[in-house]
Protein backbone atom coordinates (compact mmCIF):
# COMPACT_ATOMS: atom_id res chain seq x y z
CA UNK A 1 0.00 0.00 0.00
CA UNK A 2 1.30 3.51 -0.77
CA UNK A 3 1.47 6.63 1.33
CA UNK A 4 -0.73 9.81 1.13
CA UNK A 5 0.95 13.35 1.12
CA UNK A 6 1.22 13.40 5.03
CA UNK A 7 2.55 10.05 5.73
CA UNK A 8 5.32 10.95 2.55
CA UNK A 9 6.22 14.36 4.39
CA UNK A 10 6.63 12.78 7.66
CA UNK A 11 8.63 9.57 6.00
CA UNK A 12 11.03 11.81 4.47
CA UNK A 13 11.42 14.36 7.12
CA UNK A 14 12.04 11.42 9.81
CA UNK A 15 14.22 9.31 7.65
CA UNK A 16 11.70 6.27 7.30
CA UNK A 17 11.27 4.49 4.77
CA UNK A 18 7.19 4.28 5.22
CA UNK A 19 4.92 5.63 8.48
CA UNK A 20 1.44 4.96 8.96
CA UNK A 21 -1.32 5.65 11.34
CA UNK A 22 -0.49 5.12 14.78
CA UNK A 23 3.57 5.57 14.15
CA UNK A 24 5.26 8.06 16.41
CA UNK A 25 7.61 10.08 14.59
CA UNK A 26 10.34 12.54 15.27
CA UNK A 27 10.95 14.69 12.53
CA UNK A 28 13.44 17.25 11.54
CA UNK A 29 11.99 20.91 11.48
CA UNK A 30 12.38 23.13 8.27
CA UNK A 31 10.83 25.92 9.51
CA UNK A 32 10.27 27.91 13.03
CA UNK A 33 7.89 30.76 12.78
CA UNK A 34 7.56 32.67 16.12
CA UNK A 35 5.09 35.51 16.57
CA UNK A 36 4.94 37.82 19.46
CA UNK A 37 2.67 35.67 21.93
CA UNK A 38 5.80 33.46 22.50
CA UNK A 39 8.05 36.41 24.21
CA UNK A 40 5.58 36.44 27.27
CA UNK A 41 7.47 35.38 30.30
CA UNK A 42 4.62 32.80 30.93
CA UNK A 43 5.87 31.04 28.11
CA UNK A 44 9.67 32.25 26.77
CA UNK A 45 12.84 30.63 28.21
CA UNK A 46 15.85 32.03 27.45
CA UNK A 47 17.75 29.85 24.84
CA UNK A 48 21.75 29.36 25.26
CA UNK A 49 21.71 28.31 22.01
CA UNK A 50 19.68 27.91 18.51
CA UNK A 51 20.24 24.96 16.58
CA UNK A 52 19.66 26.47 13.05
CA UNK A 53 18.66 30.09 13.00
CA UNK A 54 18.09 30.43 9.78
CA UNK A 55 15.54 28.30 10.06
CA UNK A 56 13.78 30.25 11.82
CA UNK A 57 11.06 32.81 10.97
CA UNK A 58 9.90 36.24 13.74
CA UNK A 59 6.49 38.07 12.82
CA UNK A 60 4.83 40.32 15.27
CA UNK A 61 0.80 40.03 14.75
CA UNK A 62 -1.50 39.00 17.65
CA UNK A 63 -0.80 42.30 19.63
CA UNK A 64 0.50 45.01 16.98
CA UNK A 65 1.30 47.91 17.38
CA UNK A 66 1.00 46.98 21.02
CA UNK A 67 -1.82 48.10 22.98
CA UNK A 68 -0.28 47.81 26.22
CA UNK A 69 3.07 48.14 28.27
CA UNK A 70 2.87 43.87 28.79
CA UNK A 71 2.82 43.53 25.26
CA UNK A 72 5.63 46.12 24.65
CA UNK A 73 8.11 44.38 26.93
CA UNK A 74 7.03 40.97 25.33
CA UNK A 75 8.07 42.85 21.91
CA UNK A 76 11.33 43.99 23.53
CA UNK A 77 12.36 40.29 24.45
CA UNK A 78 11.66 39.16 20.62
CA UNK A 79 13.54 41.77 19.06
CA UNK A 80 16.31 40.87 21.17
CA UNK A 81 16.23 37.52 20.76
CA UNK A 82 16.59 38.26 16.80
CA UNK A 83 19.14 40.09 17.47
CA UNK A 84 21.27 37.40 19.46
CA UNK A 85 20.65 34.81 17.00
CA UNK A 86 20.88 36.79 13.96
CA UNK A 87 17.39 36.05 12.78
CA UNK A 88 17.34 37.19 9.33
CA UNK A 89 13.66 36.76 8.33
CA UNK A 90 12.21 39.12 11.25
CA UNK A 91 9.21 40.51 10.27
CA UNK A 92 8.56 43.37 13.24
CA UNK A 93 5.56 46.36 13.03
CA UNK A 94 6.43 48.14 9.85
CA UNK A 95 6.13 47.33 6.02
CA UNK A 96 6.48 44.04 5.77
CA UNK A 97 4.72 42.74 9.09
CA UNK A 98 1.61 40.70 8.65
CA UNK A 99 -0.41 38.12 9.96
CA UNK A 100 1.96 34.95 10.49
CA UNK A 101 0.42 33.14 8.43
CA UNK A 102 0.02 35.34 5.68
CA UNK A 103 3.17 36.36 5.58
CA UNK A 104 4.47 32.85 5.99
CA UNK A 105 2.23 32.35 2.33
CA UNK A 106 3.31 35.36 0.85
CA UNK A 107 7.08 35.38 1.46
CA UNK A 108 7.20 31.66 -0.05
CA UNK A 109 8.45 30.29 3.63
CA UNK A 110 5.87 27.21 3.64
CA UNK A 111 7.79 25.07 0.55
CA UNK A 112 5.89 22.14 -0.90
CA UNK A 113 7.30 18.41 1.00
CA UNK A 114 8.73 20.68 4.12
CA UNK A 115 7.66 20.60 8.05
CA UNK A 116 6.92 24.04 9.70
CA UNK A 117 5.83 24.14 12.92
CA UNK A 118 4.75 27.99 14.85
CA UNK A 119 2.39 27.93 18.34
CA UNK A 120 -0.35 29.16 16.97
CA UNK A 121 -3.31 26.51 15.96
CA UNK A 122 -3.71 28.36 12.21
CA UNK A 123 -0.69 27.09 10.94
CA UNK A 124 -1.88 24.63 8.98
CA UNK A 125 -2.73 27.53 6.66
CA UNK A 126 0.67 26.13 5.28
CA UNK A 127 -0.88 23.36 4.30
CA UNK A 128 -2.12 25.04 1.10
CA UNK A 129 1.66 25.28 -0.17
CA UNK A 130 2.04 21.14 0.60
CA UNK A 131 3.87 22.15 3.70
CA UNK A 132 3.53 19.69 6.19
CA UNK A 133 2.42 22.84 8.91
CA UNK A 134 0.96 22.68 12.35
CA UNK A 135 0.37 24.03 15.48
CA UNK A 136 2.42 23.42 18.15
CA UNK A 137 2.24 24.83 21.48
CA UNK A 138 4.86 27.59 23.06
CA UNK A 139 7.15 24.83 24.43
CA UNK A 140 7.53 22.85 21.39
CA UNK A 141 8.66 25.97 20.24
CA UNK A 142 11.92 26.23 22.71
CA UNK A 143 12.21 22.64 21.79
CA UNK A 144 12.36 23.28 18.26
CA UNK A 145 14.55 26.01 18.61
CA UNK A 146 17.06 24.04 20.88
CA UNK A 147 16.99 21.16 18.82
CA UNK A 148 16.06 21.21 15.21
CA UNK A 149 12.93 18.50 15.70
CA UNK A 150 9.94 17.82 17.09
CA UNK A 151 7.38 14.92 17.15
CA UNK A 152 3.93 13.89 15.86
CA UNK A 153 1.97 11.13 16.12
CA UNK A 154 0.90 10.07 12.38
CA UNK A 155 -3.03 9.88 11.94
CA UNK A 156 -5.34 8.38 9.66
CA UNK A 157 -6.39 10.56 6.34
CA UNK A 158 -9.38 11.97 4.78
CA UNK A 159 -9.12 12.92 0.77
CA UNK A 160 -11.56 15.72 0.00
CA UNK A 161 -11.72 15.85 -3.88
CA UNK A 162 -13.32 18.94 -5.20
CA UNK A 163 -15.09 19.36 -8.51
CA UNK A 164 -17.16 21.99 -10.36
CA UNK A 165 -16.76 25.36 -9.46
CA UNK A 166 -17.58 28.20 -7.00
CA UNK A 167 -20.36 30.06 -7.77
CA UNK A 168 -19.63 33.91 -7.55
CA UNK A 169 -20.25 35.46 -4.02
CA UNK A 170 -19.72 31.63 -3.01
CA UNK A 171 -16.71 31.36 -1.02
CA UNK A 172 -13.98 28.60 0.61
CA UNK A 173 -15.20 29.87 3.59
CA UNK A 174 -18.52 28.57 2.55
CA UNK A 175 -17.27 25.04 1.47
CA UNK A 176 -15.83 25.17 4.85
CA UNK A 177 -18.82 25.65 6.17
CA UNK A 178 -20.68 22.78 4.67
CA UNK A 179 -17.88 20.73 5.51
CA UNK A 180 -17.79 21.25 9.05
CA UNK A 181 -21.47 21.00 9.00
CA UNK A 182 -21.87 17.61 6.95
CA UNK A 183 -18.44 15.76 7.97
CA UNK A 184 -18.15 17.08 11.29
CA UNK A 185 -15.05 17.29 13.24
CA UNK A 186 -12.10 15.37 12.08
CA UNK A 187 -10.47 14.22 15.58
CA UNK A 188 -7.56 12.35 15.17
CA UNK A 189 -7.20 12.77 11.15
CA UNK A 190 -5.47 14.55 8.57
CA UNK A 191 -7.19 16.28 5.65
CA UNK A 192 -6.06 15.73 2.28
CA UNK A 193 -7.68 18.17 -0.64
CA UNK A 194 -7.34 17.60 -4.17
CA UNK A 195 -9.68 17.41 -7.10
CA UNK A 196 -10.20 19.09 -10.64
CA UNK A 197 -11.65 21.93 -9.17
CA UNK A 198 -8.29 23.60 -7.91
CA UNK A 199 -7.91 24.77 -11.13
CA UNK A 200 -10.58 27.38 -10.40
CA UNK A 201 -9.29 27.77 -6.75
CA UNK A 202 -7.06 30.68 -6.15
CA UNK A 203 -4.00 30.36 -2.89
CA UNK A 204 -5.95 33.04 -1.12
CA UNK A 205 -9.13 30.55 -1.27
CA UNK A 206 -7.05 27.26 -0.79
CA UNK A 207 -5.27 29.27 2.49
CA UNK A 208 -8.97 29.79 3.76
CA UNK A 209 -9.68 26.28 3.45
CA UNK A 210 -6.10 24.88 5.21
CA UNK A 211 -6.47 27.41 7.78
CA UNK A 212 -9.98 26.69 9.16
CA UNK A 213 -8.66 22.79 8.93
CA UNK A 214 -7.85 23.21 12.28
CA UNK A 215 -11.53 24.27 13.27
CA UNK A 216 -12.59 20.51 11.93
CA UNK A 217 -10.44 19.65 14.58
CA UNK A 218 -7.65 18.05 11.76
CA UNK A 219 -4.14 17.14 12.63
CA UNK A 220 -2.51 18.64 9.71
CA UNK A 221 -4.32 20.05 6.43
CA UNK A 222 -2.86 19.90 3.36
CA UNK A 223 -3.06 20.14 -0.65
CA UNK A 224 -1.79 18.28 -3.17
CA UNK A 225 -0.08 20.46 -5.52
CA UNK A 226 -0.38 21.87 -9.01
CA UNK A 227 0.67 24.30 -11.24
CA UNK A 228 -0.57 27.77 -10.14
CA UNK A 229 0.82 26.35 -6.41
CA UNK A 230 4.33 25.68 -7.51
CA UNK A 231 4.21 28.98 -9.60
CA UNK A 232 2.95 30.77 -6.99
CA UNK A 233 6.06 28.99 -4.51
CA UNK A 234 8.70 29.43 -7.12
CA UNK A 235 7.73 33.09 -7.50
CA UNK A 236 8.60 34.22 -4.05
CA UNK A 237 11.76 31.22 -2.83
CA UNK A 238 14.93 30.73 -4.39
CA UNK A 239 14.99 27.61 -2.32
CA UNK A 240 14.52 24.20 -3.75
CA UNK A 241 12.01 21.86 -2.71
CA UNK A 242 10.39 18.50 -3.40
CA UNK A 243 7.01 18.84 -3.82
CA UNK A 244 4.93 15.26 -2.59
CA UNK A 245 2.00 14.15 -4.43
CA UNK A 246 0.11 11.10 -2.75
CA UNK A 247 0.81 7.61 -4.30
CA UNK A 248 -1.58 6.07 -6.24
CA UNK A 249 -2.44 3.04 -3.96
CA UNK A 250 -2.34 5.65 -0.96
CA UNK A 251 -4.73 4.67 2.03
CA UNK A 252 -7.37 6.92 3.66
CA UNK A 253 -9.78 6.34 6.17
CA UNK A 254 -12.65 7.92 3.79
CA UNK A 255 -12.28 9.53 0.33
CA UNK A 256 -14.75 12.24 -0.20
CA UNK A 257 -15.73 13.99 -3.79
CA UNK A 258 -17.63 17.57 -3.26
CA UNK A 259 -19.19 19.34 -5.92
CA UNK A 260 -18.48 22.61 -5.29
CA UNK A 261 -21.60 24.32 -7.85
CA UNK A 262 -23.75 22.80 -4.99
CA UNK A 263 -22.43 24.98 -2.50
CA UNK A 264 -24.06 28.03 -1.07
CA UNK A 265 -24.08 30.82 1.15
CA UNK A 266 -23.81 29.19 4.74
CA UNK A 267 -23.75 30.55 8.83
CA UNK A 268 -22.61 29.22 11.71
CA UNK A 269 -24.99 29.82 14.65
CA UNK A 270 -22.68 31.02 17.79
CA UNK A 271 -21.05 28.85 20.03
CA UNK A 272 -19.22 26.63 17.60
CA UNK A 273 -18.83 25.56 13.90
CA UNK A 274 -18.99 22.16 13.56
CA UNK A 275 -22.55 20.62 13.16
CA UNK A 276 -23.43 24.38 13.44
CA UNK A 277 -24.04 26.00 9.95
CA UNK A 278 -27.59 26.73 8.54
CA UNK A 279 -28.03 28.53 4.82
CA UNK A 280 -28.11 32.49 5.30
CA UNK A 281 -32.05 32.28 4.76
CA UNK A 282 -32.80 30.59 7.80
CA UNK A 283 -31.21 32.91 10.16
CA UNK A 284 -32.19 36.02 7.79
CA UNK A 285 -33.32 39.39 9.80
CA UNK A 286 -31.05 38.58 12.87
CA UNK A 287 -29.62 41.96 13.91
CA UNK A 288 -26.35 42.60 14.24
CA UNK A 289 -24.03 45.34 16.30
CA UNK A 290 -20.61 44.47 14.71
CA UNK A 291 -19.42 42.85 11.19
CA UNK A 292 -15.90 41.96 11.04
CA UNK A 293 -13.39 40.70 7.98
CA UNK A 294 -10.11 39.62 8.59
CA UNK A 295 -7.53 37.24 10.23
CA UNK A 296 -5.18 34.41 8.90
CA UNK A 297 -8.41 33.09 7.28
CA UNK A 298 -9.83 35.66 5.37
CA UNK A 299 -7.84 39.16 5.22
CA UNK A 300 -6.90 38.27 2.21
CA UNK A 301 -6.91 40.29 -0.96
CA UNK A 302 -9.21 38.21 -2.71
CA UNK A 303 -11.62 38.62 0.63
CA UNK A 304 -11.30 42.37 0.67
CA UNK A 305 -12.42 42.86 -2.87
CA UNK A 306 -15.46 40.75 -2.95
CA UNK A 307 -16.20 42.85 0.69
CA UNK A 308 -15.53 46.26 -1.85
CA UNK A 309 -17.85 44.83 -4.55
CA UNK A 310 -20.69 44.24 -2.09
CA UNK A 311 -19.88 47.32 -0.29
CA UNK A 312 -19.52 49.94 -3.72
CA UNK A 313 -21.53 52.71 -3.43
CA UNK A 314 -23.62 51.68 -0.14
CA UNK A 315 -23.30 52.44 3.10
CA UNK A 316 -22.94 50.17 6.61
CA UNK A 317 -25.86 50.17 8.55
CA UNK A 318 -26.43 53.25 11.31
CA UNK A 319 -25.74 50.77 14.69
CA UNK A 320 -23.19 48.83 12.86
CA UNK A 321 -19.49 48.97 13.26
CA UNK A 322 -17.78 47.25 10.31
CA UNK A 323 -14.20 46.58 11.14
CA UNK A 324 -12.05 45.29 8.54
CA UNK A 325 -8.31 43.91 8.98
CA UNK A 326 -6.12 43.32 6.10
CA UNK A 327 -3.85 39.97 6.51
CA UNK A 328 -0.90 42.21 6.09
CA UNK A 329 0.62 45.47 5.39
CA UNK A 330 1.26 44.12 1.87
CA UNK A 331 -2.10 42.93 1.12
CA UNK A 332 -3.04 46.47 2.34
CA UNK A 333 -0.84 48.06 -0.44
CA UNK A 334 -2.66 46.25 -2.32
CA UNK A 335 -5.58 46.80 -2.06
CA UNK A 336 -5.35 50.27 -1.34
CA UNK A 337 -3.27 51.05 -5.20
CA UNK A 338 -6.64 48.81 -6.45
CA UNK A 339 -9.09 51.61 -4.38
CA UNK A 340 -10.76 48.84 -2.63
CA UNK A 341 -9.70 50.53 0.79
CA UNK A 342 -11.25 53.69 -0.54
CA UNK A 343 -14.55 52.03 -1.21
CA UNK A 344 -14.58 50.01 1.89
CA UNK A 345 -14.09 53.61 4.24
CA UNK A 346 -16.77 55.39 1.67
CA UNK A 347 -19.33 52.65 2.72
CA UNK A 348 -18.36 53.78 6.85
CA UNK A 349 -16.16 50.62 7.50
CA UNK A 350 -12.89 51.04 9.65
CA UNK A 351 -9.77 49.36 7.94
CA UNK A 352 -7.14 48.38 10.64
CA UNK A 353 -3.46 47.71 10.10
CA UNK A 354 -3.00 43.98 10.08
CA UNK A 355 -2.98 41.89 13.47
CA UNK A 356 -4.84 39.58 14.46
CA UNK A 357 -6.82 41.63 16.30
CA UNK A 358 -10.42 41.42 16.66
CA UNK A 359 -10.68 37.39 15.64
CA UNK A 360 -8.27 36.79 18.66
CA UNK A 361 -10.26 39.48 21.17
CA UNK A 362 -7.15 40.62 21.88
CA UNK A 363 -8.11 44.29 20.78
CA UNK A 364 -9.37 46.38 18.07
CA UNK A 365 -12.85 45.09 18.13
CA UNK A 366 -13.58 43.50 20.83
CA UNK A 367 -17.38 43.29 21.91
CA UNK A 368 -19.20 43.80 24.63
CA UNK A 369 -22.16 42.24 26.76
CA UNK A 370 -24.84 40.85 25.17
CA UNK A 371 -23.36 42.00 21.50
CA UNK A 372 -23.54 39.90 18.48
CA UNK A 373 -21.36 40.29 15.58
CA UNK A 374 -21.06 38.27 12.10
CA UNK A 375 -17.50 37.21 11.23
CA UNK A 376 -15.79 36.09 8.65
CA UNK A 377 -12.50 34.61 11.12
CA UNK A 378 -11.22 31.82 12.53
CA UNK A 379 -13.71 31.11 15.80
CA UNK A 380 -17.10 31.82 17.18
CA UNK A 381 -16.33 30.38 20.44
CA UNK A 382 -18.24 32.09 23.38
CA UNK A 383 -15.91 34.71 24.55
CA UNK A 384 -13.74 34.32 21.35
CA UNK A 385 -14.04 38.11 20.09
CA UNK A 386 -14.79 39.55 23.93
CA UNK A 387 -17.34 39.27 26.41
CA UNK A 388 -18.17 35.27 26.66
CA UNK A 389 -22.22 37.14 26.41
CA UNK A 390 -21.94 37.75 23.28
CA UNK A 391 -22.47 35.86 20.40
CA UNK A 392 -20.77 35.37 16.96
CA UNK A 393 -22.05 34.43 13.44
CA UNK A 394 -19.47 33.21 11.17
CA UNK A 395 -19.99 33.44 7.35
CA UNK A 396 -17.88 34.72 3.95
CA UNK A 397 -16.68 37.93 3.36
CA UNK A 398 -19.57 38.28 1.25
CA UNK A 399 -22.10 37.65 4.01
CA UNK A 400 -20.55 39.84 6.54
CA UNK A 401 -20.36 42.60 3.95
CA UNK A 402 -23.77 42.24 3.27
CA UNK A 403 -24.94 42.14 6.79
CA UNK A 404 -23.29 44.98 7.19
CA UNK A 405 -25.28 46.81 4.93
CA UNK A 406 -28.46 45.79 6.20
CA UNK A 407 -27.51 45.65 10.01
CA UNK A 408 -29.17 42.46 10.00
CA UNK A 409 -27.61 38.38 8.76
CA UNK A 410 -28.74 38.99 4.94
CA UNK A 411 -27.62 37.12 1.83
CA UNK A 412 -24.81 38.79 -0.74
CA UNK A 413 -26.84 37.68 -3.71
CA UNK A 414 -28.46 40.89 -3.95
CA UNK A 415 -25.54 42.89 -3.52
CA UNK A 416 -23.74 41.29 -6.27
CA UNK A 417 -23.68 42.44 -9.55
CA UNK A 418 -20.39 41.36 -10.71
CA UNK A 419 -21.28 37.41 -11.77
CA UNK A 420 -23.15 34.30 -11.81
CA UNK A 421 -25.14 33.74 -8.61
CA UNK A 422 -27.89 31.84 -7.07
CA UNK B 1 -1.86 4.90 39.09
CA UNK B 2 -3.76 7.91 40.15
CA UNK B 3 -7.18 8.47 42.25
CA UNK B 4 -9.25 11.38 41.93
CA UNK B 5 -12.74 12.39 42.50
CA UNK B 6 -14.71 13.33 38.87
CA UNK B 7 -15.88 16.02 37.45
CA UNK B 8 -17.87 16.04 34.51
CA UNK B 9 -18.31 18.58 31.46
CA UNK B 10 -19.58 18.03 28.22
CA UNK B 11 -18.62 17.67 24.48
CA UNK B 12 -16.89 20.50 22.70
CA UNK B 13 -15.16 22.19 25.50
CA UNK B 14 -12.58 24.38 23.52
CA UNK B 15 -9.51 26.05 25.22
CA UNK B 16 -11.38 29.90 25.17
CA UNK B 17 -13.51 28.15 28.03
CA UNK B 18 -10.65 26.26 29.62
CA UNK B 19 -8.35 29.55 29.40
CA UNK B 20 -10.18 32.79 28.26
CA UNK B 21 -8.73 35.20 25.96
CA UNK B 22 -8.04 38.31 28.44
CA UNK B 23 -5.55 35.99 30.85
CA UNK B 24 -3.60 34.04 28.23
CA UNK B 25 -0.16 36.20 28.78
CA UNK B 26 -0.65 36.40 32.21
CA UNK B 27 0.95 33.91 34.49
CA UNK B 28 -0.20 30.63 35.20
CA UNK B 29 -1.56 31.03 38.71
CA UNK B 30 -3.49 34.20 37.77
CA UNK B 31 -4.76 32.21 34.40
CA UNK B 32 -5.88 29.41 37.35
CA UNK B 33 -8.44 32.08 38.56
CA UNK B 34 -10.22 32.03 35.53
CA UNK B 35 -10.64 28.58 34.08
CA UNK B 36 -14.04 27.58 33.27
CA UNK B 37 -15.46 30.74 34.15
CA UNK B 38 -17.81 31.33 31.08
CA UNK B 39 -18.87 27.69 31.25
CA UNK B 40 -18.74 26.63 35.15
CA UNK B 41 -18.20 29.87 37.56
CA UNK B 42 -16.79 28.86 41.10
CA UNK B 43 -15.91 25.55 40.07
CA UNK B 44 -12.22 26.59 40.12
CA UNK B 45 -13.23 27.13 44.44
CA UNK B 46 -14.89 23.26 44.60
CA UNK B 47 -12.58 21.18 43.15
CA UNK B 48 -9.45 19.67 44.85
CA UNK B 49 -5.89 18.99 43.75
CA UNK B 50 -5.86 15.26 42.34
CA UNK B 51 -9.80 15.73 40.75
CA UNK B 52 -10.01 14.27 37.56
CA UNK B 53 -11.73 16.47 34.59
CA UNK B 54 -14.00 13.65 32.70
CA UNK B 55 -14.95 15.23 29.43
CA UNK B 56 -17.30 13.83 26.00
CA UNK B 57 -15.75 14.64 22.30
CA UNK B 58 -13.16 17.49 21.26
CA UNK B 59 -11.57 18.21 24.54
CA UNK B 60 -9.38 21.27 24.36
CA UNK B 61 -10.52 21.82 20.83
CA UNK B 62 -9.36 25.28 19.69
CA UNK B 63 -6.22 27.54 20.10
CA UNK B 64 -2.20 26.88 21.15
CA UNK B 65 -2.52 28.50 24.32
CA UNK B 66 -1.14 27.28 27.48
CA UNK B 67 -4.59 25.65 28.56
CA UNK B 68 -2.93 22.62 29.93
CA UNK B 69 -0.85 24.94 32.19
CA UNK B 70 -4.15 26.96 33.84
CA UNK B 71 -5.38 23.52 34.83
CA UNK B 72 -2.17 21.87 36.41
CA UNK B 73 -1.88 25.28 37.90
CA UNK B 74 -5.05 24.10 39.09
CA UNK B 75 -3.77 20.70 40.13
CA UNK B 76 -5.90 18.66 38.15
CA UNK B 77 -4.59 15.45 38.30
CA UNK B 78 -5.61 14.25 35.19
CA UNK B 79 -8.16 14.30 32.15
CA UNK B 80 -10.17 11.79 30.63
CA UNK B 81 -12.30 12.37 27.25
CA UNK B 82 -13.63 10.21 24.87
CA UNK B 83 -11.54 12.27 22.25
CA UNK B 84 -8.90 15.08 22.89
CA UNK B 85 -7.77 17.81 20.38
CA UNK B 86 -4.51 16.94 19.21
CA UNK B 87 -2.82 20.08 20.06
CA UNK B 88 -4.46 20.09 23.39
CA UNK B 89 -3.03 16.59 23.87
CA UNK B 90 0.63 17.87 22.46
CA UNK B 91 0.31 20.98 25.15
CA UNK B 92 -0.79 17.85 27.85
CA UNK B 93 2.48 16.53 27.02
CA UNK B 94 5.15 19.05 26.97
CA UNK B 95 3.34 20.76 29.98
CA UNK B 96 3.62 18.04 31.84
CA UNK B 97 -0.67 17.64 32.25
CA UNK B 98 -1.61 13.75 32.51
CA UNK B 99 -4.86 13.50 29.94
CA UNK B 100 -5.81 10.25 28.60
CA UNK B 101 -8.02 9.77 25.29
CA UNK B 102 -10.34 6.80 26.65
CA UNK B 103 -13.78 6.52 24.18
CA UNK B 104 -17.52 6.04 26.51
CA UNK B 105 -15.31 7.49 29.27
CA UNK B 106 -17.97 10.19 29.43
CA UNK B 107 -20.65 7.68 30.30
CA UNK B 108 -18.61 5.75 33.02
CA UNK B 109 -19.11 8.48 35.32
CA UNK B 110 -21.61 10.10 37.24
CA UNK B 111 -19.72 13.43 39.20
CA UNK B 112 -18.82 12.93 42.31
CA UNK B 113 -17.67 9.33 41.46
CA UNK B 114 -14.19 8.10 42.09
CA UNK B 115 -11.90 7.60 38.91
CA UNK B 116 -9.03 5.26 39.20
CA UNK B 117 -6.11 5.77 35.83
CA UNK B 118 -3.54 3.73 35.25
CA UNK B 119 -0.65 4.43 32.95
CA UNK B 120 0.72 1.33 33.02
CA UNK B 121 -1.99 -1.06 31.15
CA UNK B 122 -3.95 2.10 29.99
CA UNK B 123 -7.35 1.41 32.33
CA UNK B 124 -9.67 3.86 33.62
CA UNK B 125 -11.83 2.31 36.64
CA UNK B 126 -14.68 3.59 37.85
CA UNK B 127 -14.68 2.69 42.11
CA UNK B 128 -17.66 3.32 42.49
CA UNK B 129 -19.37 1.02 40.13
CA UNK B 130 -16.68 -1.49 39.66
CA UNK B 131 -16.89 -1.04 35.32
CA UNK B 132 -13.62 -0.53 33.68
CA UNK B 133 -12.92 0.98 30.40
CA UNK B 134 -9.43 0.68 28.01
CA UNK B 135 -7.86 4.04 27.86
CA UNK B 136 -6.12 4.65 24.19
CA UNK B 137 -2.38 3.88 24.92
CA UNK B 138 0.42 6.36 24.73
CA UNK B 139 3.89 5.94 23.74
CA UNK B 140 6.01 5.57 26.49
CA UNK B 141 8.36 8.51 25.60
CA UNK B 142 4.89 10.52 25.87
CA UNK B 143 3.69 9.38 29.34
CA UNK B 144 6.89 9.95 30.94
CA UNK B 145 7.29 13.66 29.71
CA UNK B 146 3.77 14.24 30.87
CA UNK B 147 4.51 12.55 34.85
CA UNK B 148 8.09 14.82 34.42
CA UNK B 149 6.53 18.10 33.98
CA UNK B 150 7.38 18.52 30.22
CA UNK B 151 9.72 19.76 27.70
CA UNK B 152 11.07 22.76 30.34
CA UNK B 153 12.51 20.13 33.01
CA UNK B 154 14.12 18.39 30.08
CA UNK B 155 15.39 21.08 28.21
CA UNK B 156 16.81 22.49 31.58
CA UNK B 157 18.80 19.32 32.75
CA UNK B 158 20.42 19.39 29.15
CA UNK B 159 21.80 22.53 29.15
CA UNK B 160 19.40 24.39 26.64
CA UNK B 161 17.78 26.70 28.91
CA UNK B 162 18.51 27.94 32.06
CA UNK B 163 16.74 27.27 35.22
CA UNK B 164 13.84 29.86 36.30
CA UNK B 165 15.56 32.41 39.14
CA UNK B 166 13.73 32.00 42.37
CA UNK B 167 12.02 35.50 41.84
CA UNK B 168 10.70 34.15 38.11
CA UNK B 169 10.06 30.94 39.33
CA UNK B 170 7.59 32.76 42.19
CA UNK B 171 6.11 35.12 39.75
CA UNK B 172 5.89 32.72 36.92
CA UNK B 173 5.40 28.97 38.56
CA UNK B 174 2.13 27.00 37.76
CA UNK B 175 2.30 25.64 41.60
CA UNK B 176 -0.05 27.31 44.12
Partial sequence: MGMNIVEKIMARASGSARVKPGDLVVVGVDTIVLYDGNFFPAYWRELNSVKNPDSVVVVFDHRVPAPDRTCAKAHDVGRKFVEKFGIKRFHDVGRDQGISHVIVAQQGYALPGTVLVCSDSHTGSGGAFNCAARGTGGPDMIYALAKGETWFQVVETVRYDLTGRLQHGVSAKDLFLHIASRYRDHSNQNVEFGGPALTDLSMDARRTLATMGTELNADFTIFEPDQIMLDYVRERSQSPFDAQYPDADAEYADRRTIDLDAMEPLVALPGKVIGNAVGVSEVKGERIHQAFVGSCANGNFDDLAITAEVLKGQRVAAGVRFIITPGSQAIYRRALKAGIIETLMDAGAVVTNATCGACQGGHMGVLGPNETCITASTRNFSGRMGDPSARIFMASPATVAASALTGVVTHPGEFLRGGNHA | ?176
Fill in chain 2, 1 to 176: MLKGKVWIFGDDINTDLILPTPYIYMPAKEQARHVFEANRPGWINEMKAGDVIVAGRNFGMGSSRPAPLALSALSVGCVLADTINALFFRNCVSFGLLALECPGVSKLFQEGEQAEVSFDDFTVRNCSSGKTLKAVQVPESLISMMQRGGIMPLLESEGFIAPRTAAEELQQSAKQ
